[in-house]
């Protein structure tokens, strides 16, 4: 795995994805920072964490969309899967290094927090909790957008469909609100990414919510896995 | 060691690879020979656990590469068709990651630089994948599968995309590694698989159509019977003339390579030498005669013949579909002689 992990960071900076993904991510941190905290002079961030979400969206796709679809492309592939390492490792390889570049990106916003610490006083429980989340949400987005480039052999159609796929977890809540089914509405509220998300932003501290992150994350990759399973069968 | 145990591999109603069995010793070089789409590179694929088979088993140093992929897999160096490079990186990087994929225990840095000077690829070492040449490449993809040492070597066509002397340098490398390593080389070049293999396996629609000692193949497809001539003078007369030898099966002209000058095809009957008897008719007809080789054994004319059996003492013939196709193809052979 740590082979694996070591060559992705690497390519993430070699194909400037890396530099890409951290200057936007900034660019919009720095925004909703200067717009949410120094204008309303305040040294509440939520309202930094709630904008980041439809970021997430847009800027995860772009991490992961590389990741196995241009594996299969260029067929190095073929290397990685008669190599003597197990699925596990290889998905989970490059699981992390995404997870690594995209916590290297929380770094930033962290830093705002330093800085308003040196000015008022900041509620650092609440914000470690909405870095918990931020953390949780990009782990969870990260293994969908993981599968999804793996069922693909081009690049742009696997960041295309992952970015469709994570603004239809977003737009749960709206679709819900036009299904009048008790019962789907029930299990369209527990799957909703956002509800949750909104909820810690605003204080309400839940741990349901970090099991709820994790498990997405965990059945992605578990997907992920499947699917190079069954693709040695067919 | 390698023991294939029929292997097949289906797609829906496509028989990629149909019952294919064979063992490879420690310290042999076995060549797998066969037309494009033939279940080369399947069989191949198989063995290194790239895809399943369908039924069948295929056992690496006694190790089921679906029972314990991963152990069967650290047996294995594999360089496949397409040798798997990440273009982005530089050639030592790529290796070290190699180095790190295989959970390579020799030492690094002294192993590295000996798989880079075999394979001849020191010079380039600090460059970037996507820039070096085809036959680099080529060479970087073999050292990858050199990495680690292991004792089982799957080379998929290794000398494509070099030039002469690398592959003569290539082939001297593959065959010194066959002398302590297990080697299965595929190759549609048959010259190549003569020089370096023990062993040859022709495949042909998913079946092993033939399976022989180099030796015993060049024996039995021994070419000193048939010649191409270059001769000089009147094309019909020659043929003609031509036809009249002892021991003459077929005579035929082909090209025209010079202004007048015409290529004959000559085909004698198996053991008999028609050369003296060639050199006296151009002698006394004043024919001169400007170039006389034998015809080369191409992959095709070798596998023409095994498949159709017709010239093979003993093919072993593995499954009742090969049989099959056998008869049904010496059937179309004697209709094409009657006609």
Redesign the interface.
């Known amino acids: 795995m740590?082979?694996?992990f070591?060559?992705e960071i690497?390519?993430f900076f070699?194909?400037s994805i890396a530099y890409i993904f951290l200057a936007v991510f900034w660019i919009f941190t720095g925004y909703f920072f200067y717009a949410g905290c120094l204008m309303s002079a305040t040294t509440d961030m939520s309202v930094m964490f709630q904008s980041l979400f439809l970021i997430c969206i847009f800027l995860i796709p772009i991490l992961t969309m590389r990741l196995f679809s241009e594996e299969k492309k260029?067929?190095?592939?073929?290397?990685?899967?008669?190599?003597?390492?197990?699925l596990g490792e290889i998905v989970f390889g490059k699981y992390f290094a995404a997870l690594t570049l995209y916590t290297i990106a929380l770094a930033m916003p962290f830093l705002y927090a330093l800085i308003l610490s040196s000015f008022g006083n900041v509620e650092w429980g609440m914000l470690f909790a909405n870095f918990l989340a931020l953390f949780l949400l990009g782990a969870a987005f990260i293994a969908i957008g993981l599968l999804v480039s793996a069922l693909t052999e081009n690049q742009i159609a696997a960041a295309v469909v992952s970015f469709v796929v994570l603004m239809v977890f977003y737009m749960i809540d709206v679709i819900n609100s036009y299904i009048s089914n008790e019962i789907v509405t029930k299990v369209l509220d527990v799957l909703s990414f956002y509800r949750k998300y909104f909820a810690i932003t605003c204080g309400l501290f839940n741990i349901s919510t970090v099991v709820f992150y994790l498990s997405v994350a965990v059945v992605f990759n578990y997907f992920t896995i499947r699917v190079f399973e069954r693709r040695?069968?067919s | 060691m390698i023991e294939v145990r029929n292997l097949t591999k289906h797609y829906g109603d496509k028989h990629a690879v149909n019952g294919i069995s064979f063992t490879v010793d420690d310290g042999e070089i076995l060549g797998f020979l066969g037309p494009n789409g033939a279940g080369k590179s399947t069989t191949m694929?198989m063995l290194?656990?790239?895809?399943?088979s369908t039924s069948g088993q295929a056992l690496i140093n006694g190790v089921d590469i679906l029972e314990d992929p991963?152990?069967a897999?650290?047996f294995?160096g594999?360089l496949?068709e397409?040798p798997?490079?990440?273009?982005?990186?530089t050639v030592k990087?790529y290796l070290d990651?190699?180095y790190?994929?295989?959970?390579c225990k020799l030492p690094r840095k002294a192993h590295l630089t000996e798989v880079m000077e075999l394979t001849m690829i020191a010079d380039v070492q600090n460059r970037l994948i996507k820039n070096l040449s085809k036959g680099y490449k080529q060479r970087v993809g073999l050292a990858?599968a050199l990495i680690g040492n292991p004792p089982v070597l799957i080379l998929d066509e290794p000398t494509v995309g070099l030039d002469p002397k690398q592959i003569l340098e290539i082939r001297t490398l593959i065959k010194k590694l066959g002398k302590n390593h297990t080697v299965i080389l595929s190759s549609h070049i048959l010259s190549e698989i003569q020089a370096v293999c023990d062993r040859i396996i022709i495949i042909n629609h998913g079946v092993v159509a033939a399976h022989d000692t180099t030796d015993n193949l060049e024996r039995n497809h021994s070419t000193d019977h048939r010649l191409i001539a270059r001769i000089a003078g009147p094309r019909e007369d020659i043929v003609k003339a031509l036809r009249n030898i002892t021991g003459i099966k077929y005579c035929r002209a082909d090209m025209e390579r010079e202004p007048g000058v015409y290529e004959y095809e000559l085909e004698a009957t198996p053991g008999t030498d028609i050369r003296y008897e060639l050199f006296e008719i151009v002698a006394k007809n004043n024919w001169p005669m400007l170039a006389l080789r034998s015809a080369e054994l191409t992959l095709e004319e070798v596998f023409l013949k095994i498949t159709m059996g017709s010239n093979v003492d003993a093919p072993v013939v593995e499954t009742e579909k090969a049989k099959k196709n056998e008869k049904a193809e010496a059937k179309e052979e004697e209709k094409g002689e009657d006609a």
């Not at chain 1, 260029?74 to 197990?86: D, H, I, R």
């Not at chain 2, 798997?84 to 990186?89: A, C, G, K, R, T």
């Open positions: 740590g082979a694996i070591r060559r690497g390519a070699t194909s260029q067929k190095t592939e073929q290397g990685l899967l008669t190599a003597p390492v197990s040695r069968w | 694929n290194t656990g790239y895809i399943s991963i152990k897999k650290s294995i594999y496949p397409l798997p490079l990440y273009v982005d990186m990087g990651y190699i790190d994929l295989k959970k990858q």
